[in-house]
């Protein structure tokens, strides 16, 4: 054993880990809409990635500092056998770049906001495109994307991109309140109704990539370019106080080359301070043939294409008209207790439900538990390549310091030494821990 493990060993018999999941608690607070606070997670510790063991050096941080959000995702996993740093963490520019894990001005329905690294919940309009959508579908496979958005009170624009490094998902939206510039302008109600424009593309070939048609047994692809989606918007504003909003909307998507769907809905959002915070919103779906709606969701990354399934667009051939439904509900208590909680799917049919859930209790007693959750073909509990899961379990002895246990099932499209595969494995991270974290 080189002298490197001997000392990283001893320092793992005597320390176990530090390290933090700095993510979970950043994605809810951004779905919440909590502005302040931040984390400084530091340490060592150990990971393990299917199967194989890797010491860790971490450093964390999720900062906040007024409008400014600033985070980080430091790791150096070290293979536990020859002492070497894990391949494919550190394969390509994008692999440093991802380092920075995001950096952000202000939030989403300000008046300007930016935010560039890691998209957890990205999202247009009242998401029949873009919904939930979050460019990095493991570690391994981190991009770095930016939203920008400008809101006033007669009109605004909201905007994604997935990868500054490669072709990547597209994403603009804008919208105006005409009324608001006539006479009707001060009258409560309809002064606020919406109209908005979406457009989107995948930019990657391997958006429309299909089965060879002369020989359709054969595992054989060809890329026909970027695919594109656009649609309307309709809202209206029927509740519009401090404690209280609520709205209704009506959504139109086409997707190029294939079907088109429409929705009618509505949303609720009760804000009563730092007591209670909830946002529900519920919509009906008249999806048509060859389309489903919210098509750029949190599996997409996933879902695009590899060579064993084909790719996400190859299936909308496949789908007949149908009707469905979406629910959504977010529930904070004294800013502590958060629950997330979203559910769609064609009403006629089993099995083809999408779900995401995300959970975070306040540390009572010391005792830790967060989590989230994305899964689509709802039936199916136990089918692990349609599972996105993050949870993690613990307890704080004392003040700044957290033993946990992290788990992590992710998917990935490189082996260990960062090379692509074509097709997505399942990726299991299993972490125990001792993190030493400092909140303010």
């Known amino acids: 054993?080189?002298?490197?493990?001997?000392?990283?060993?001893?320092?793992?018999?005597?320390?176990?880990?530090?390290?933090?999941?700095?993510?979970?608690?950043?994605?809810?607070?951004?779905?919440?809409?909590?502005?302040?606070g931040g984390s400084l997670p530091v340490g060592f510790g150990a990971t393990f990635i299917d199967g194989q063991t890797f010491y860790l050096i971490s450093v964390m941080p999720d900062l906040s500092f007024g409008r400014l959000g600033i985070g980080l995702d430091i790791n150096l996993r070290i293979n536990s056998q020859t002492g070497a740093l894990r391949p494919g963490d550190y394969a390509k520019f994008s692999d440093y770049l991802r380092i920075l894990r995001y950096v952000r001005w202000a939030q989403k329905g300000d008046p300007f906001y930016v935010r560039f690294g890691q998209l957890d919940y990205s999202?247009?309009?009242?998401?029949?495109?873009?919904?939930?959508?979050?460019?990095?579908?493991?570690?391994?496979?981190?991009?770095?994307?930016?939203?920008?958005?400008v809101n006033s009170e007669k009109a605004g624009f909201e905007s994604m991109?997935?990868?500054?490094?490669?072709?990547?998902?597209?994403?603009?939206?804008g919208y105006v309140r005409p009324l608001k510039f006539t006479s009707l302008a001060k009258v409560p109600v309809i002064n606020n109704f919406e109209?908005?424009?979406?457009?989107?593309?995948?930019?990657?070939?391997?958006a429309t990539s299909k089965r060879d048609s002369v020989s359709p047994t054969n595992i054989y692809y060809e890329g026909t370019g970027g695919l594109s989606i656009y649609g309307f918007d309709l809202g209206l504003p029927i509740l519009q106080y401090p404690v209280i909003k609520s709205s209704l909307y009506f959504d139109y998507a086409k997707i190029v080359n294939y079907g088109n769907g429409t929705s009618v809905g509505i949303n609720l959002g009760l804000n009563l301070g730092s007591l209670v915070v909830v946002k529900s919103k519920y919509e009906y779906r008249f999806n048509g043939d060859e389309y489903i709606p919210a098509y750029f969701n949190a599996l997409y990354e996933y879902d695009r294409f590899s060579t064993a399934r084909g790719s996400k667009s190859d299936t909308l051939n496949g789908i007949k008209a149908n009707k469905g439904y979406y629910g959504e509900l977010l529930i904070s208590?004294?800013?502590?207790?958060?629950?997330?909680?979203a559910y769609q799917a064609p009403a006629p049919n089993d099995n083809q439900g999408v779900m995401h859930a995300e959970?975070?209790?306040?540390?009572?007693?010391?005792?830790?538990?967060?989590?989230?959750?994305?899964?689509?073909?709802?039936?199916?509990?136990?089918?692990?390549?349609?599972?996105?899961?993050?949870?993690?379990?613990?307890?704080?002895?004392?003040?700044?310091?957290?033993?946990?246990?992290?788990?992590?099932?992710?998917?990935?499209?490189?082996?260990?030494?960062?090379?692509?595969?074509?097709?997505?494995?399942?990726?299991?991270?299993?972490?125990?821990?001792?993190?030493?974290?400092?909140?303010?």
Not at 126 to 138: D, F, K, R
Not at 195 to 206: F, H, I
Not at 333 to 341: A, E, H, K, P, Y
């Open 1 to 36: 054993m080189s002298k490197v493990r001997i000392i990283i060993a001893a320092i793992m018999c005597s320390c176990v880990a530090f390290t933090a999941t700095a993510q979970i608690n950043q994605a809810a607070a951004s779905m919440m809409g909590q502005k302040d």
């Open 123 to 149: 999202l247009l309009g009242h998401g029949s495109i873009i919904y939930n959508y979050n460019n990095s579908a493991s570690y391994d496979l981190r991009k770095s994307g930016i939203e920008l958005d």
């Open 161 to 173: 991109y997935s990868d500054v490094t490669d072709k990547g998902l597209l994403g603009m939206r």
């Open 195 to 206: 109209v908005g424009a979406t457009y989107a593309r995948d930019l990657s070939d391997n």
């Open 333 to 341: 208590v004294l800013n502590t207790i958060n629950i997330i909680g």
């Open 359 to 440: 959970l975070r209790l306040p540390d009572m007693a010391g005792i830790v538990v967060r989590g989230a959750f994305d899964k689509t073909d709802i039936g199916r509990v136990f089918v692990p390549e349609h599972t996105i899961l993050s949870a993690e379990l613990g307890y704080m002895p004392v003040k700044y310091l957290l033993v946990s246990m992290l788990f992590q099932r992710t998917f990935s499209d490189r082996d260990a030494n960062g090379n692509p595969l074509g097709y997505f494995v399942k990726q299991d991270r299993v972490e125990p821990k001792v993190s030493v974290v400092f909140d303010f």
